[in-house]
């Protein structure tokens, strides 16, 4: 295992971790995500983004659906899919 230090202006070292605090990470794991991905795509390839309240909200959907607290219509099949949309 190896250790990089590195020195970064204090005020970005304190918001990107406000930032990956929301997003579930911690600095370690950040890079390390982002040095893995370099190595597999030879590029600078991601951006990762908080979600919008548009998407939070259809997250919550997506959990009160699957938790059975809201009733939805649920398929079986593409095929049962499509005949419902006419397509």
């Known amino acids: 295992m190896a250790t990089i230090n590195i020195r970064i202006d204090d005020e970005l070292k304190m918001e990107s971790e406000k930032v990956l605090s ?6 370690t794991a950040a890079l390390t995500i982002f040095l893995k991905t370099v190595v597999r795509t030879n590029s600078i390839p991601f951006q990762l983004e908080i979600p919008n309240k548009q ?7 997506i959990e009160k659906i699957s938790s059975g607290k809201v009733s ?9 899919l499509r ?3 006419k397509v």
């Open 22 to 27: 929301e997003l579930g990470l911690g600095m």
């Open 72 to 80: 939805a219509k649920r398929y079986t099949s593409t095929d049962e």
């Open 55 to 61: 998407t939070l909200k259809s997250f919550d959907e």
């Open 83 to 85: 005949k419902d949309l």
